[in-house]
């Protein structure tokens, strides 16, 4: 069974920055599988935000495309989520989520742009 342990989440004021982690464990194979953050805001469907393969090719989305940077650990089983510029439309539950046999999605962080 994959777990994740997700943290980072918080307040932040517009034009601030974030870093969210997202570390998977329960299987060998986490690290050969692409592992990604969605997100979620209120009300609306979930989103791809940028995802990342285990030789470390990269896709975000357009919306953060120059303002977040996806990083990922293999040894650790772990990625990281920069987010700079943040815009309060960024204002999301992030999750993460890998895909094995199945898609897999950890518990969620909030993320909140506010001034």
């Known amino acids: 069974q994959v777990q994740f342990v997700e943290s980072g989440g918080g307040l932040v004021q517009p034009g601030g920055s974030l870093r969210l982690s997202c570390t998977a464990s329960?299987?060998?194979?986490?690290?050969?599988?692409?592992m990604g953050w969605y997100r979620q805001a209120s009300g609306k469907q979930r989103e791809l935000v940028a995802n990342?393969?285990?030789?470390?090719?990269?896709n975000y989305s357009d919306s953060v495309k120059g303002r977040f940077t996806i990083v990922r650990d293999n040894a650790k089983n772990t990625i990281y989520l920069y987010m700079d510029t943040l815009k309060p439309e960024d204002t999301a539950v992030y999750y993460c989520?890998?895909?094995?046999?199945?898609?897999?999605w950890g518990q969620g962080t909030q993320v909140t742009v506010s001034s």
């Open positions: 990342i393969s285990s030789g470390g090719d990269t």
């Open positions: 329960g299987s060998i194979f986490i690290r050969f599988s692409v």
């Open positions: 989520k890998t895909t094995l046999d199945r898609d897999y």
